[in-house]
C-alpha cells in the first residue's frame, strides 16, 4: 500500500525484492508531490530527471543534465550511427527529455518511449507535440520488470536509457531482453548511478533510503553482465567525479526553492529527509567516493552500420 503524502517516496532502512520494486518505482515518482520536487531540485525546471556532467562551476542541474543527453547521445551514435530509419527506443523515458533533444539531433530518427509513470508519460507528449516532434516520438506505458513486449524482439536499432536499470528488478534480465530487442548491429548506450567498485552496501543507504532498488550495481558487475548478454565492444567511461557536485546542486536547489515547492504542496518533512540524506550523501562521495557514475556502450554483434 503507498503510504500518506507526508512519507511517500520514503523507503528509509529498505532494499525492495524482485516484485516488490515496480509499485516503489511509481512511489517515488509518480505522486504529486515527488514530481514538483524532482522537477526543481533534479530538473532545474526541466524534464530531465538525472544526474549531470559540469562544463563549468557555474553551471546548474538544468545545464548539467542537457549535458549528460548530449554526451549519451554521442557515445549511441559512437556504437552505431543514428540516421533515416533508426528507430531507438529510450527504455524509462520519464518526462521525455532525452527522447525530445535525440528527435531534434537526429532528426530523421524515430523514437519509442516506454515508461512505467502515466502522468510523466502524459508530460512526454504533450511537450513533445509543443516542441513539433510528436509525430515521430511514440511513447507505452510499460512496467519493464514484467518483461519486454514480444514484438518488440529485433525491433530497434539503437536503445538508450538514462538512469533507470538502477530501478531494474533483475538486471541480468532485462539486459538479455534489450539484447533480444535490437536487431543485429543495434547499439545499447545508458548511463547508471551504482556502488563504486568495492563499495559496502551500508555505506550507499543514503541513496537506497531516496530511491526504489534491489541492490545497486557495481560498473565491474555491469561489465560481466552486459559480455553475459551477448554484448560486444563493452565499454565504460567514468563520470563518477561529478556526482559529488550534482549532489551539492541538489542541496541548493532545495535550499533555493524551499518555499516554491512547499507552495506547490510538497511537504516539510519530504524535503527535510531529502536534505539530511543529499547532506550526508555530499560528505560521504567527497571522503570516500563510495558512488559510482557513468555511460556503459556497447553493440550487439552484426553490421557496423
Known amino acids: 500500500?503507498?503510504?500518506?503524502?507526508?512519507?511517500?517516496?520514503?523507503?528509509?532502512?529498505?532494499?525492495?525484492?524482485?516484485?516488490?520494486?515496480?509499485a516503489k518505482v511509481?512511489?517515488?515518482y509518480d505522486v504529486a508531490h515527488a514530481r514538483v520536487f524532482y522537477r526543481y531540485v533534479m530538473g532545474g525546471g526541466g524534464l530531465d530527471i538525472h544526474y549531470g556532467v559540469f562544463r563549468s562551476a557555474d553551471d546548474?542541474?538544468?545545464?548539467?543534465?542537457?549535458?549528460?543527453?548530449?554526451?549519451?547521445?554521442?557515445?549511441?551514435?559512437?556504437?552505431?550511427?543514428v540516421r533515416a530509419g533508426s528507430?531507438?527506443?529510450?527504455?524509462?523515458?520519464?518526462?521525455?527529455?532525452?527522447?525530445?533533444?535525440?528527435l531534434a539531433r537526429f532528426d530523421a530518427a524515430r523514437v519509442v518511449g516506454a515508461n512505467i509513470s502515466p502522468a510523466?508519460?502524459?508530460?512526454?507528449?504533450?511537450?513533445?507535440?509543443?516542441?513539433?516532434?510528436?509525430?515521430?516520438?511514440?511513447?507505452r506505458l510499460l512496467d519493464f520488470n514484467l518483461g519486454l513486449p514480444r514484438e518488440w524482439a529485433g525491433r530497434f536499432s539503437h536503445v538508450v536509457s538514462c538512469e533507470v536499470l538502477c530501478h531494474a528488478a533483475s538486471k541480468p534480465s532485462l539486459l538479455a531482453e534489450l539484447f533480444a530487442c535490437l536487431e543485429p548491429g543495434g547499439a545499447l548506450a545508458f548511463t547508471d548511478i551504482m556502488g563504486a567498485d568495492g563499495a559496502d552496501e551500508k555505506a550507499l543507504k543514503d541513496f537506497t533510503d531516496r530511491n526504489a532498488t534491489t541492490r545497486m550495481a557495481?560498473?565491474?558487475?555491469?561489465?560481466?553482465?552486459?559480455?553475459?548478454?551477448?554484448?560486444?565492444?563493452?565499454?565504460?567511461v567514468d563520470l563518477s567525479g561529478h556526482l559529488a557536485t550534482y549532489f551539492e546542486k541538489m542541496v541548493a536547489q532545495i535550499h533555493a526553492h524551499r518555499a516554491?515547492?512547499?507552495?506547490?504542496?510538497?511537504?516539510?518533512?519530504?524535503?527535510?529527509?531529502?536534505?539530511?540524506?543529499?547532506?550526508?550523501?555530499?560528505n560521504v562521495q567527497r571522503a570516500h567516493a563510495v558512488f559510482a557514475w557513468g555511460i556503459f556502450m556497447c553493440r550487439k554483434p552484426g553490421p557496423l552500420y
Open 1 to 22: 500500500m503507498m503510504r500518506g503524502m507526508a512519507t511517500s517516496g520514503d523507503f528509509d532502512g529498505q532494499q525492495f525484492a524482485e516484485q516488490e520494486v515496480a
Open 87 to 102: 528507430v531507438v527506443l529510450d527504455l524509462g523515458s520519464g518526462h521525455g527529455g532525452l527522447s525530445h533533444q535525440l
Open 60 to 81: 546548474g542541474v538544468y545545464a548539467a543534465s542537457k549535458e549528460t543527453n548530449a554526451r549519451l547521445l554521442t557515445a549511441l551514435e559512437w556504437m552505431r550511427p
Open 120 to 139: 510523466q508519460n502524459a508530460m512526454n507528449e504533450a511537450e513533445a507535440h509543443a516542441l513539433g516532434v510528436g509525430a515521430r516520438n511514440e511513447v
Open 26 to 28: 511509481v512511489e517515488q
Open 218 to 236: 557495481r560498473p565491474a558487475e555491469y561489465r560481466a553482465m552486459l559480455a553475459a548478454a551477448g554484448f560486444a565492444d563493452v565499454s565504460f
Open 260 to 282: 516554491d515547492m512547499l507552495g506547490e504542496g510538497v511537504p516539510a518533512e519530504y524535503l527535510d529527509k531529502w536534505l539530511g540524506s543529499l547532506t550526508q550523501r555530499v
